[in-house]
């Protein structure tokens, strides 16, 4: 008979799904929380390095700064 994971922070089941569990406090378990986020999709359609990479492209340190006259 299998059993549901649980979550090594809180004790409780993690189900099939995705879930938050709450510890006895009503607080959200960080652990949970966070497995909760990871298995959002990306906020941007791109990795992160790939839209860093793009973003440095011909960019010369201190092109951000503002030449006060």
């Known amino acids: 008979m299998a059993r549901d994971p649980l979550c090594i922070a809180c004790g409780q089941p993690t189900g099939p799904g995705v879930r938050l569990n709450h510890l006895s406090d009503g607080r959200a378990c960080s652990a949970c929380a966070d497995r909760l986020l ?3 999709p990306p906020a941007l359609p791109a990795p992160r390095a790939e839209v860093f990479e793009e973003w440095a492209e011909g ?5 951000d700064t503002l030449d006060r006259a």
């Not at 960019?59 to 092109?63: S, V």
């Open 38 to 40: 990871d298995s959002l």
């Open 59 to 63: 960019d010369e340190p201190g092109d």
